[in-house]
């Protein structure tokens, strides 16, 4: 677009899409971002390194572009400033607005940038599969291919061996995906089983219980869960021999997939295909927190989000997309990502020391899902480590293993672990220890959120070329 009248006359468009698991840190990343783009302090968010073009103004906020739903900043933003975390997310959400940077720019930049509840992305597998034959083929495909979720999905396939009532069936996918959901191993597909189709979290809908064993948690989550649209719309993968064995359920499961992938996957998953940029958040602590299985679990999942949106451009995309810029003078963009960031986000629960570990294990767990990516494509690359909010600190004498924080009961100094130099080959939930501090931000809004690198993440959201 152009303004011939205004001090800026050119316009670019540029949108980025912020994925990761649940939990991973999208929501506060982008309110904490947006903290620094209103109130741009080139002491605490450098944009140009050489200091020499560094200020940014952000001239308006608009309705968003890519989907339906404003992102709501006033609200997580409020929820930091009083110690709480942002509640979770529930749907597609967009922040845009129309910045400009440098005082000497003749652009504008038109800014979107998408936040999304962690658990839709595991339908990227079915986003990927236009029919249910392929979406089954895969996801017993990986269900086969890693030993931890081998042992969990044995049940189901036992069921699908003996016993093709259509009832039986789907009780015994939804214990599988209760029996995923309670080891937080993130690959839960139809995602409507944690989060309906009106975005209620399936612990919100199972209400307060009493303390129960897992065994019994289980039970109660495959019993009110439902895997699909709704409950009598539910459907599970099958094997190509129970297809063959059980046509009429196999069929009715389709017809089923079909409505739920028009209905609640694809405008999501189409929004993130459309971005110029990814910015992959993998909260690496908590992973290790987790163990190997969900290590295993995270991997499977970032496959299937990139094959997905398969950024970048092949040399013939690449040279039409270059023609399409020329011809328009660089207006017009072909929407596509071309630019992924991994971001290590919570950086401030590791002691300073192992910010460079925790960019090695970012890197070694990200680098071959992404090869076979870069190998073939123009694509530009990325792994930061970042905290949104950083919320630690220590003191001079500190022991080397120790972090202060504020919790509910007051401050704490408490050991933390130490990161190892590689992932190790194999470690269960629990040997890893990090901090679960309250959010720590000044009131005034006029001042900012305390980060680490958010400084790095914001040149590469504007596209400033030293990250
Ligand atoms: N210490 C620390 N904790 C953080 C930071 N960012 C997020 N967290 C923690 O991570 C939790 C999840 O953060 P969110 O931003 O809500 O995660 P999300 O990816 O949006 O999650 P969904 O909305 O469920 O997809 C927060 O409630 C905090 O406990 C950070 O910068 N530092
Ligand atoms: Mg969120």
Redo the contacts with the bound molecule.
């Keep these: 677009m152009i303004h011939p009248l205004r001090r800026q006359p050119f316009r670019s468009r540029r949108s980025v899409g912020l994925v ?10 982008l309110t ?1 971002l947006i903290a620094h783009l209103r109130n741009h302090d080139p002491d605490r968010l450098p944009l140009d390194p050489s200091g020499s073009d560094d200020e940014l103004t952000l001239l308006d906020e608009l309705p968003p572009a890519l989907c339906a739903e404003r992102f709501d900043v006033d609200d997580h933003y409020n929820r930091l400033s009083v110690a709480d ?2 509640a ?2 529930d749907r597609l959400s967009e922040y845009r607005a129309e910045l400009v940077i440098g005082r000497k720019s003749w652009w504008t930049i038109d800014l979107s940038l998408v ?5 839709r992305l595991a339908d990227m597998v079915i986003a990927r599969h236009p029919t249910f034959e392929g979406w089954s083929d895969t996801v017993l495909g990986v269900f086969r291919k890693f030993a931890e979720f081998a042992e969990v999905a044995r049940p189901y396939f036992d069921t699908l061996g003996r016993n093709l009532a259509e009832d039986d069936v789907l009780l015994a996918y939804r214990t599988l995906l209760a029996t995923l959901h309670s080891r937080f191993m993130p690959f839960i597909s139809p995602s409507s089983f944690v989060l309906d189709p009106e975005g209620v979290p399936i612990d919100a809908r199972l209400g307060p219980s009493p303390p129960c064993s897992v065994a019994e948690a289980i039970r109660r989550k495959a019993e009110r869960g439902t895997c699909g649209l709704s409950s009598s719309e539910q459907f599970a993968p099958l094997p190509a021999d129970v297809r063959e064995r059980a046509p009429e359920l196999a069929a009715a499961f389709a017809q089923r997939y079909q409505r739920y992938r028009t209905q609640l996957v694809l405008p999501f998953a189409r929004a993130l295909a459309r971005c110029d940029d990814l910015v992959v ?1 993998v ?1 690496v602590t908590v992973l290790l927190e987790g163990g190997h299985g969900m290590v295993n679990a995270n991997r499977a999942f970032l496959e299937q989000v990139l094959s997905y949106v398969d950024p970048g451009l092949s040399p013939g995309r690449q040279l039409y997309a270059a023609a399409v810029s020329a011809l328009s003078f660089g207006l017009t963009r072909l929407e596509h990502v071309r630019r992924v960031a991994f971001v290590a ?2 950086a ?2 590791v002691v300073r020391d192992d910010r460079d570990r925790l960019l090695d294990l970012l890197s070694r767990l990200t680098r071959p899902i992404i090869r076979p990516h870069l190998a073939t494509k123009h694509l530009t690359v990325e792994h930061l480590i970042v ?6 600190w220590s003191e001079p004498g500190d022991p080397p293993d120790m972090l202060r924080y504020n919790t509910p009961r007051g401050e704490v100094k408490a050991p933390v672990s130490r990161l190892p130099d590689d992932w190790p080959d194999h470690f269960d939930p629990g040997r890893f220890r990090f ?3 309250e ?1 720590s931000l000044p009131r005034a809004r006029i001042k900012v959120p305390p980060h680490i690198n958010l400084d790095r993440l914001a040149r590469f959201v504007l596209d400033k070329k030293t990250v």
Aim: proline content about 14%.
């Design positions: 990761g698991l649940f939990y991973s840190g999208k929501t506060v990343l904490s975390w942002p979770k997310t936040d999304l509840p962690g658990e958040l909260d986000t919570k401030d629960r905290a949104a909010v950083n919320s630690t901090p679960r501090p959010p």
